[in-house]
């Protein structure tokens, strides 16, 4: 079975400071794909990344990188010189790669991120 | 271009009532999926459509049950309701069945209350 844990309930920095939201999952598959999705007050999933379990390389998108290392099942999303702007809840997210699967997407419990100006 | 659109977006229902939620998605996209979330936990997968057809089931009772039509918009229906189906529903939309070929797009979710 699939677990994603997100042991960081709540996070507030203040603005400017870099923050590492954790993100830990179990899966017995080797084939597999990871996600980060930012959820606003409006209550939608947005979409930041999706990465493969053959792809350990670190990814960075502006503020934003993750580091994705398989020999601890873990896949943390940091913030560099966070904004107000990120205030919102964060989650991972997991899903198998065979047909079986479809769409289902394992998510852990979220993350709330509040920055203080 | 629309988003994944929802409707609607709040209801209030009480329990033994049935309810309908629908979801319109992105122009092109085939695939639709289901997801309840609860308050403060992460959402949890219900059901997913591509082309009309059922390809995956979450572990929901069968009061829970859905539907994709030709246009490809999907109604959701849970019927008895009960005071722990109050959640926001999210419905995602995709181009294929496969979600790794692609990202999932969320639209705003339809808040129930069940009283």
């Known amino acids: 079975a699939q677990k994603v844990t997100q042991a960081q309930t709540e996070i507030s920095v203040v603005e400017k400071e870099d923050v590492t939201l954790d993100c830990v999952y179990e899966?017995?598959?080797?084939?597999?794909?990871l996600f980060w999705y930012k959820q606003p007050p409006s209550g939608e999933l947005v979409f930041l990344i999706r990465r493969n379990s053959f792809d350990e390389q670190n990814e960075i998108s502006g503020r934003y990188s993750w580091n994705f290392q398989k020999s601890t099942s873990s896949f943390n999303f940091t913030i560099t010189a966070s904004q107000v702007v990120d205030s919102a809840v964060y989650f991972c997210a997991l899903s198998e790669a065979n047909y079986n699967a479809g769409n289902m997407l394992t998510f852990g419990g979220g993350t709330r991120l509040m920055v203080k100006p | 271009d629309a988003g994944v659109t929802q409707s609607p977006t709040h209801l209030i229902k009480t329990r033994g009532q049935h309810v309908t939620l629908r979801c319109s998605p992105i122009?092109?996209?085939?695939?639709v999926s289901w997801y309840q979330q609860v308050l403060g936990q992460g959402p949890q997968f219900i059901f997913q459509?591509?082309?009309?057809?059922?390809?995956g089931r979450g572990n929901f009772p069968d009061r829970f049950s859905a539907r994709q039509f030709p246009n490809y918009s999907s109604e959701l229906n849970v019927n008895a309701l009960l005071l722990g189906d109050s959640a926001l529903y999210l419905c995602a939309s995709s181009f294929s069945d496969r979600e790794y070929t692609g990202e999932l797009f969320f639209g705003e979710g339809s808040r129930l209350t069940v009283l």
């Open positions: 122009s092109g996209h085939k695939s």
């Open positions: 899966t017995r598959d080797t084939t597999y794909y």
């Open positions: 459509y591509y082309e009309k057809e059922e390809r």
